[in-house]
């Protein structure tokens, strides 16, 4: 798996590789923000129970000192602790089963879980993710998790690394039109707006080597790929050659 | 439900029926793991062939990819889909881990005796300091501890009910998956979470014993005490292998290392989790109870060498030993 900008690759079976888009910070902390409050609502639930269970009992006795003797507040307060430690400890493993790697934040937010090669998520890889949560969370406000993300190659907080999982964007089914995909190859067209993907992988890959290269070489290739390109994309070939380069790396 | 009167053979007709069948395919398998019948997974790889041929032709005759979008997109979630081992029944998955934890657990011998070496370390020095100026204890132990370590010499507070075990069982689980979690921290936590511990437990017995309440306290802690400590290093011993996986990941990249590490040691938190609801159970029922001294030793004895006893002679490791013994007989 190597990583360009914010993709990871994965190679299919049928060796064919496919670019899995990495999920930025701001995705992910709102979707956890959502997650976050889908989660209190059985714990409040589960608080309004005990409560209520609480006072009926102290009418009953009429006095303070009965509280934990009934039988009904000791029911609630079990449910109650059962309920916290389950929504703290199965919220996410839960949806990642049921929804394959999608929590309702998640969906909102068009994010999903998946397992490094792109595979639908497990349930050993869902619980360690959300175990080491913990460890994210430290010393507070996910500092850790954030280090990590920015640290990491394919933006894993420590979970993701010890899980072996990794947040993508999951746009879900989107039109697009599939008849050009057989229909002549875009080069005898007129000048096409966006970069092939060969061109492209040109362009990133010589854009990537280009400082570590002779001045003399450099400006001998910047000028090749730009007399190459520029035609092709609509770019006036008499600029300087950089200036062609970064109006490609655009593309 | 709409079904055609004479379904046409996938991949035969145009790339964009594929394509089509394709998304829907797996924005049904994706929602609901069990919701493709029988049509729709002789459907799926066909499908998704033709859309991953109809991908690599077109790469190779340079499409633009901003065209080839929804293309990959479709394709990574099918991918995705097709190639993930489909997930066990939750009863064979129990199963599994049950045979697994001894496994592990035997494999991270090492780990374990270091766990307990690290609670006892902080055990002794919580209890010599504690022992040595009772008054100490502010400084160490929470006011909370203290009062609960003082009414030991009172009578029972209350009757033993088996819903205590939920308070208790969350409670310590809690404990011990997040001591296996913070294994991740370069095994940083796992080790203060055990010292701390220890120097609770340490400190807790001096303050009993000044106190005069021993008996008391022994009453209470037998029956479950021995499960529940086995239980939390087991955890922590999971924690600790993750941590050194950190430290020294050999010729593996550190965060390939932690993730192994991770996986392979996670059956023994789920371990760890399964006998604290056993002890938690204990805890809140037996525990709280007047039984005399004997007959708590003897149900906390015979818990822990039942658990010790599953851990011994379980999993598959034993078996594999015995062969392996008769096979040497033979050579």
Request: hydrophobic content about 50%; proline content about 5%.
């Amino acid at each position: 798996m190597k990583r360009l900008d914010d993709v990871a690759t994965v190679e299919t079976p049928e060796q064919i590789e496919l670019e899995l888009p990495l999920a930025g910070v701001g995705s992910r902390a709102v979707a956890y923000l959502l997650d976050f409050l889908i989660q209190l609502i059985p714990v409040v639930i589960a608080m309004v129970l005990l409560v209520v269970a609480l006072s009926l009992d102290l009418g009953l006795k009429g006095s303070a000192d009965g509280i934990m003797r009934g039988r009904v507040p000791l029911v609630a307060a079990a449910v109650f602790s059962a309920v916290l430690f389950a929504t703290n400890f199965l919220y996410f493993t839960i949806w990642d089963l049921a929804a394959r790697g999608q929590s309702p934040g998640k969906r909102a937010l068009k994010l999903r879980v998946v397992r490094d090669g792109g595979l639908a998520i497990d349930a050993r890889s869902s619980l360690i993710r959300n175990l080491v949560r913990t460890v994210d969370m430290l010393p507070g406000f996910y500092v850790v998790g954030l280090v990590s993300v920015f640290w990491s190659r394919a933006h894993k907080r420590i979970g993701d690394l010890a899980a072996g999982t990794l947040v993508i964007r999951d746009e879900g089914a989107a039109v697009g039109e599939l008849s050009v995909i057989l229909g002549p190859a875009p080069s005898v067209l007129a000048p096409a707006s966006a970069l092939s993907a060969a061109d492209r992988g040109l362009v990133h890959d010589y854009l990537e080597r280009r400082h570590g290269l002779a001045s003399a070489t450099r400006d001998r290739l910047d000028r090749q790929i730009a007399d190459k390109l520029a035609v092709r994309y609509g770019i006036d070939p008499r600029l300087p050659a950089a200036a062609i380069l970064d109006e490609l790396k655009g593309k | 439900m709409m079904v055609p009167a004479a379904a046409p053979v996938p991949g035969s007709g145009t790339l964009a029926g594929a394509v089509a069948r394709l998304e829907e395919l797996v924005e049904r398998g994706r929602r609901h793991p069990r919701a493709l019948a029988r049509a729709d997974l002789r459907d799926l790889p066909i499908v998704y062939r033709r859309a991953i041929t109809a991908l690599a032709e077109a790469r190779a005759r340079d499409v633009p990819i901003a065209q080839l979008a929804r293309l990959e997109r479709v394709l990574i979630a099918a991918h995705g889909l097709l190639y993930a081992p489909e997930p066990p029944r939750l009863g064979r998955a129990f199963a599994a881990l049950l045979r697994e934890i001894p496994e592990v657990v035997k494999r991270s011998g090492r780990a374990l005796a270091l766990a307990i070496g690290i609670c006892a370390l902080g055990g002794l020095w919580g209890y010599a300091v504690i022992r040595a100026d009772p008054a100490r204890a502010i400084a160490l132990l929470s006011p909370e501890l203290i009062e609960n370590a003082r009414n030991f010499k009172g009578g029972p507070t209350r009757a033993g009910d088996p819903l205590y075990g939920v308070f208790y069982f969350t409670n310590n689980a809690k404990v011990a998956l997040t001591v296996y979690a913070l294994g991740a921290s370069f095994g940083l936590g796992t080790v203060v979470i055990l010292l701390y511990n220890g120097i609770v437990l340490g400190g807790t017995l001096a303050l009993v014993l000044s106190a005069g309440a021993s008996s008391r306290f022994f009453s209470f802690v037998l029956a479950h005490g021995g499960i529940e400590m086995l239980a939390i290093f087991i955890a922590a011993a999971a924690g600790l292998e993750m941590g050194y996986a950190m430290l020294r990941p050999g010729w593996k990249r550190r965060g390939d290392a932690l993730r192994d590490a991770a996986h392979a040691t996670l059956p023994m938190a789920l371990g760890a989790a399964l006998l604290l609801s056993v002890a938690g159970l204990v805890e809140g029922w037996i525990s709280p109870k007047p039984l005399a001294i004997a007959t708590k030793a003897l149900i906390g004895g015979s818990l822990l060498g039942a658990a010790l006893l599953y851990l011994i002679l379980g999993g598959r490791a034993h078996r594999r030993a015995t062969g392996r013994a008769v096979l040497a007989d033979g050579v």
